[in-house]
């Protein structure tokens, strides 16, 4: 390839985003988008590879040289159309996906110099359709007559909701909130993922068909087999995983001891961080310590400081090393002030008499030998205890299955932890018209994960309603 | 969807009845379940239990006292109006059996609460004595209900201003004294809750508490409504509302229940400021 070496020496693209100083207070995106310009400049750079392994890395099979092309070539309507081919959250995608483990991991000008910011890309082409309300949505098939029933309107849920309906079939999302979106609405904070831009993705398959239902609890308010009485003739389990795992420290019923699920869902389906022009209120904490360092926390740690905090902590029980949030998140973390304490785990919480947090107990670790998660194991050190001041915690170390559903639906059979034991190729469980994935069939993963087994499930779904389980 | 079909003002326009349409709701609910309601897109998740089901007609019925900003705006609805989001049914639903001779001790807006799972214990077989408390009885709720429900009834008032002169505690004591109770539901305020459990606990008589801490999205999710029974962590969105009442820890309930008392009162100041 001729322009290789010229293409290497290109640099990639540097997002533009609002200043560590400014963004830590305010609720707005933090990186402002590309450019027409510099999104072309950067899709020049793609190679174009004959046998692109980027494409192989994307839980959905995105056509990543094709789309990039189109971009480059200044069809940014071309370019959307290619991304909907294959993704039918490109906006979300480009937004929160972890790219360097996947697409541009597998990037092969990264091995020489900087891979191709597919992401980036991915968001422009997604922002620029939505502002220029550009594009030509996918063909939908004749109708079968068939007819889906989708629980949960997360990640997962939406992709096999997009796939079968454009397949013809007549799906229904069933929703146990009043808005449609799952984590991505609950869980992602309005500066990392806006939801308005969730909520034009959901519109996007509301043209295509895609039906519905809101503050439907299923499991509850109607059961898997009722909606099969209804005339559903199959169903999709994506309730993602739904039950905040807390650490059965003394005092963790103190006020201002919150899950991460709570905390975050009151920031952002709520919108507490309005308050009061929204009903729902929030604790503002001015000395605020977030357990755990994954996604979710970084989350937390940063919604903790837009709301006013002096100081924030995260404090996790291994080294930086082992921290499992994606790179962006943890350095926008850090620009904006949130202070990692390693190495160091929580005892227990203190409180005043009127049962309020003002303290924590914790431990400090070192590494020991590796533990079978192939991690070096944390040892406390003895005698390191010590106190931080602190008036709230929020703890993030991971959720479980969410019970509600899978309790009225016995034939479903469960693993160890309560999540649905899925087909991993399919997605099919143990009963009959009944698939699922994504988190509560998987544990605690990510959304571009939740979205591939949604592919793989709705390409199952549509084999079941055109030929048989 | 979730349209109010009837509306009744009870204790001198402070405790309101909805009576809304939630066809899916009402086919499942059952005594001692509970909804959330939201009044408008900006409004907070209320969780509040249900008063009554008709499953033919596709409505369910809340009783709520009007404490807050929610609560004033839920009370502003007229006939014809509909909630924004309605949740349920959630939480577990009452065990009924046939215990022989029960108490079922209300208090407050917990009567409303209290009246299905009453009707459904005397339907199951049982004596039931029913015990009321209000301040004054302008505010006591649902007596004719509660007479129709119960073989026996008393009235306390704290002013004394109708039947016995001080505390349901009074009054259950001597109940307990009297007669072989097999299991006491005690549903109003916390300290009414906490002084009954108290009583019965030192006459070994199984005691039902159903609690209504702050709550999310009442399946689970958030954590939020966690309660100490027995020592362990409980969420009462999914593991109750109803509890051994022996068993909850109820100066930490009392305790979180005050969480957000600054920024209701803001947010009561704010809303009156804007009308």
Known sequence: MAGKDKKVKVPRATMPEQAPEVRRRNFMEVPLGLTDEMAITEAARCLQCKKPACVEGCPVSVDIPGFIQKIADGDFSGAIERLWDKNALPAVCGRVCPQEIQCEGNCILGKKGSSVAIGYLERFAADKARELGSGTLPKVADKTGKKVAVIGSGPSGLTVAGDLVVKGHDVTIFEAFHQTGGVLVYGIPEFRLPKDIVASEVATLEKLGVKIELNSVVGTTVTIDELFEEGFDAAYVGVGAGLPRFMNLPGENLIGVFSANEYLTRANLMKAYLFPEYDTPIAKGKNVVVLGAGNVAMDAARTAMRLGADTVKIVYRRSREEMPARAEELHHAEQEGIEFVLLTNPIQFFGDDDGRLNGMECLKMELGEPDESGRRRPVPIEGSEYRIDCDLVVVSVGAKANPLLTNSTPDIDLNQWGNIVADPATGKTSKKAVWAGGDIATGMATVILAMGAGRDAANSIHDYLTIGW | ?275
């Open chain 2, 1 to 275: 969807m979730f349209k109010i079909v009837s509306r009744e003002e009870m204790a001198q326009g402070t405790i309101i009845l909805n009576e809304i349409e939630a066809p899916r709701i009402a086919r499942k609910a059952k005594p001692g379940q509970f909804v959330i309601l939201q009044v408008n897109e900006k409004g907070e998740r209320i969780p509040l239990t249900m008063a009554d089901v008709d499953p033919d007609k596709g409505t369910i019925t809340i009783i709520y006292m009007v404490v807050g900003k929610s609560t004033a705006l839920f009370g502003k609805m007229a006939v014809g109006e509909e909630y924004f989001a309605v949740i349920g049914p959630l939480g577990k639903a009452t065990h009924i059996e046939n215990r022989g001779k029960v108490v079922c001790v209300g208090g407050g807006t917990g009567i409303a609460v209290l009246h299905p799972i009453t009707r459904a214990l005397k339907d199951a077989g049982n004596h039931v004595t029913t015990i009321l408390g209000s301040r004054n009885k302008d505010l006591l709720i649902l007596e004719d209900k509660m007479a129709n429900a119960s073989d026996t009834l008393h009235i306390c008032t704290d002013d004394g201003s109708k039947g016995h002169h001080g505390f349901v505690t009074d009054v259950l004591k001597d109940v307990l004294e009297k007669e072989d109770i097999s299991l006491v539901v005690a549903i109003g305020p916390v300290p009414m809750m906490k002084f009954v459990s108290a009583i019965t606990k030192e006459k070994g008589v199984e005691t039902l508490v159903s609690l209504n801490p702050i709550m999310v999205d009442g399946t689970g999710m958030c954590g939020g409504c966690r309660v100490s029974v027995g020592g362990e962590t409980k969420f009462a969105c999914v593991d109750g509302p109803e509890f051994d009442g022996h068993k909850v820890d109820y100066d930490e309930l009392s305790n979180r229940l005050r969480a957000y008392l600054n920024d209701e009162q803001k947010s009561v100041d704010e809303s009156e400021k804007n009308a």
